[in-house]
């Protein structure tokens, strides 16, 4: 099975970055500046790994080793994610701990000049923006989607959000369907996600 992991640092000062960049590279991980357009933590420097292995925990102990490193190296990981294809339904019902419940998450790329517009058009369907501050080119938007009720629920919101995308002339570049099924740190989302 596939699990894709996120690990979230504390934020960084400018003079460890290229640290953070270089570690990223020899850990065969992707590097991410997450910068929320609102909530208690905005800044969110974080690393995205997959993992193929027979089940979470085997998968949970290979995120442990590459957070160790980061760790070893001076930094200090925050929060740990995994997620899985929403496909996985059962895992939504089952939570792995009893203090991370599971929700579904959708991601939307997204090139845009006004991004308060693009906040108000997503936001009745709770739509919430971020970028990566790594990505150079400051139009790209990220539009996020978190739903914790159902299925049914989740892909109807973001199916509204598609149409309003679609209705207002804004295309989506890319997109991708998640189903989290841990999550340490839920609550620095806070104020972003509510």
């Not at 997204?110 to 501050?133: K, M, W, Y």
């Not at 990220?142 to 598609?162: C, D, L, N, P, Q």
Request: glycine residues 6%.
């Amino acid at each position: 099975m596939e699990f894709e992991f996120h690990l979230t640092l504390n934020d960084l000062p400018v003079d460890q970055k290229e640290a953070f960049l270089a570690i990223c590279h020899a850990e065969r991980v992707k590097p991410l500046m997450i910068v929320l357009d609102q909530g208690t933590y905005i800044h969110q420097p974080m690393i995205t790994g997959v993992i193929e292995h027979i089940d979470f925990q085997e998968a949970h102990e290979e995120m442990e080793k590459i957070a160790a490193t980061f760790r070893g190296n001076g930094f200090s990981i925050v929060r740990k994610k995994v997620e899985i294809s929403p496909k996985e339904e059962s895992y939504f019902h089952q939570p792995l701990s009893k203090h991370s419940k599971p929700y579904f998450e959708w991601h939307g790329k997204v090139q845009v000049d006004d991004v308060e517009r693009l906040r108000q058009l997503c936001n009745a369907h709770g739509g919430h923006i971020s970028r990566n501050s790594l990505n150079v080119n400051g139009r790209v938007r990220f539009i996020t989607v978190r739903e914790y009720e159902s299925a049914e629920k989740f892909y109807g919101r973001v199916g509204k959000i598609h149409d309003v995308l679609r209705e207002n002339g804004i295309e989506l570049q890319k997109e991708q369907y998640e189903l989290c099924i841990y999550d340490s740190r839920e609550e620095l989302d806070s104020g972003w996600i509510s």
